[in-house]
């Protein structure tokens, strides 16, 4: 069992930032895929970015692309998401997931492994 655990929610300002973290279990994350979803309440959960085994290749959705971008540190068996020129529309709780294979997908059926989830707020 793997268990992504997330850190660095909280409330910002619109066209604030904040860095998300997802600490992950393992010796071997460095095999695996990452990514972010988030859902907001009364919505569908959402595809927000990805990042493959090596950090080198990665996707984002159209809503979020320039201002937001994923990382990873193998090292540490974290995942990062930097989040700037946050709006109220980007409020949803921030859930990190580990994928299946090594390779970027969009879709959630592509991860095994789901935190817990951490609550970003963004007010105007």
């Known amino acids: 069992q793997v268990q992504p655990v997330e850190s660095g929610g909280g409330l910002v300002q619109a066209g604030g930032s904040l860095r998300l973290s997802c600490a992950a279990s393992?010796?071997?994350?460095?095999?695996?895929?990452m990514a972010w979803f988030r859902q907001a309440p009364g919505k569908e959960r959402e595809f927000v970015a990805a990042?493959?085994?090596?950090?080198?290749?990665?996707a984002y959705a159209d809503s979020v692309k320039g201002r937001f971008t994923i990382s990873r540190d193998n090292a540490r068996n974290t995942v990062y998401l930097q989040m700037n020129s946050l709006n109220p529309e980007d409020t949803a709780v921030y859930y990190c997931?580990?994928?299946?294979?090594?390779?970027?997908?969009?879709?959630?059926?592509?991860?095994?492994?789901w935190g817990q989830g951490t609550q970003v707020t963004v007010c105007s």
């Open positions: 990042i493959n085994w090596s950090g080198r290749d990665t």
């Open positions: 997931a580990a994928g299946r294979t090594g390779t970027v997908v969009v879709s959630a059926v592509g991860y095994v492994y």
């Open positions: 393992g010796r071997i994350f460095g095999n695996y895929a």
